[in-house]
């Protein structure tokens, strides 16, 4: 598909679906150049409360039918679908609209403020029979899902143990200032990926317990946290995640995994080397991003997770599915992210049933 130049490619089995964009800010650059690699879908539309930023990329990306309202996007276009990439005050706001419509939903994460919001915004959409995605990215990489389907074929034996680790001093808040500014920050937007990528890996969680500092003195919420998890399936994992180290070979966007399992290791070192050793020796693969034409240093390895994700919704759609990354899973995942928060509050563990409420019939 070719936004800008009015072409589209089709699915193998159907028309190609109507999609919109709300929000044209920092990020939903990415989901543009995304769409237009995409068979089988168009973004028709687009909506940003901002006239510039929507005239900025409407022009980029040729599309011209633009609206300051989403509830008027809404109204007077037919669409199958709405990709939210607004920041989280708006989500629920913008989910809901889009259910009383009757259009499927992508949101971006993080996917409500609360888990109350979450609960509301996935029985609204249940309701009104529209699917609903979280925009879950990174466990999409093409590097988390090497060491996904190693784990899934059984390569190093039944996982026990596990880390995800997110080590950096990137700068993140000149392009995304909003960052430097809430209560919250590590864990709320980049916590919550690594989240996620725990529970891909060695499934949900029961109890957990964390610690979080501040060490940037410039911005409001913590800049470093610690998460020590069980999981249903009996490993133990930490999650670690940092905007504070600085390290001689800075590894944005790298996520760094090490699995230790029954019958031998996994580790994903820098640079997407994914190593595998059993008693039948050690084997060494590069795991590397896409090779995006759009795609801009150090970013390939989110905007080829941003590209898959996007594809995974259309065939979802198409194939009448729930996506992996729906609305519902990703209670689960923010589920997580509370419990961080109240266990490094009240420094004790957490007990994931005590949160259970949160999913009430949305489970
Ligand atoms: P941004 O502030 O740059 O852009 C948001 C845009 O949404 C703005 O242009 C704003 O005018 C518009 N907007 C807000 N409310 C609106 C409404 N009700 N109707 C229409 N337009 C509205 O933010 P950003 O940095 O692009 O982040 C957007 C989202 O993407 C955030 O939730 C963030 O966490 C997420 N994000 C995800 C990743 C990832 O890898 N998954 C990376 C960066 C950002
Ligand atoms: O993925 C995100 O949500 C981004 C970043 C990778 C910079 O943390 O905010």
Redesign the pocket.
């Known amino acids: 598909m070719n936004a800008s130049t009015g072409s589209s490619a089709r699915g193998d089995n159907g028309r190609t679906l109507r999609g919109a964009l ?7 650059h ?1 989901h543009l150049h995304a769409w237009q690699g995409i068979d089988g879908a168009q973004i028709v539309a687009l ?4 006239r510039k ?1 929507l005239d900025h990329a409407g022009d980029e990306f040729g599309v011209e039918r633009r609206y ?3 509830a008027a996007l809404l109204r007077d276009e037919p669409l199958d679908f709405v990709d939210i ?7 629920r ?2 989910v809901e609209l889009a259910a009383k419509a009757g259009v499927a939903v992508i949101c ?3 996917f409500a403020p609360t888990l109350d919001d979450a609960r509301a915004m996935v029985d609204t959409c249940r309701e009104a029979g529209v699917p609903l995605m979280a ?4 466990r999409w990489q093409s590097a988390i899902q090497a060491v996904g389907a190693a784990l899934h074929d059984g390569a190093i034996g039944t996982p026990f143990w596990g880390r995800v680790s997110f080590r950096s001093a990137f700068d993140v808040f000149s ?2 200032p ?1 960052l430097a500014e809430g209560r919250r920050f590590i864990v709320e ?1 980049l916590g919550i ?1 690594i989240l996620d990528i725990a529970r891909f890996l060695f499934g949900d969680v029961t109890r957990l317990s964390a610690t979080l500092s501040r060490v940037n003195p410039t911005i409001n919420g913590e800049d470093v946290a610690t998460i020590l998890l069980s999981h249903t399936k009996g490993v133990s994992s930490i999650v670690d995640c940092s905007y504070a180290t600085r390290l001689p070979h800075e590894l944005f966007p790298q996520t760094l995994i090490e699995v230790d399992g029954s019958e031998g290791t996994l580790r994903l070192f820098a640079d997407y080397q994914l190593q595998i050793h059993t008693r039948d020796g050690t084997t060494m693969r590069k795991v590397v991003p896409p090779a995006l034409a759009w795609a801009s240093a150090p970013w390939e390895a ?1 905007q080829g ?2 590209a898959a994700i996007q594809r995974h919704w259309v065939e979802c759609l198409r194939r009448g599915v729930e996506p992996a990354t729906s609305g519902r899973d990703n209670l689960h995942t923010l589920a997580l992210v509370e419990a961080t928060y109240r266990s490094a509050q009240q420094q004790r563990t957490i007990e994931l049933a005590e949160l259970e409420a949160a999913f009430g019939a949305a489970r």
């Open positions: 709300i929000g044209c800010g920092f990020f939903a990415n909506c940003d409360a901002d930023r300051t309202d989403a990439a607004t920041t989280v005050g708006s989500h706001q913008l971006q994460k993080p925009h879950e990215n990174f392009g995304q909003y937007d990926h989110i997770s941003v």
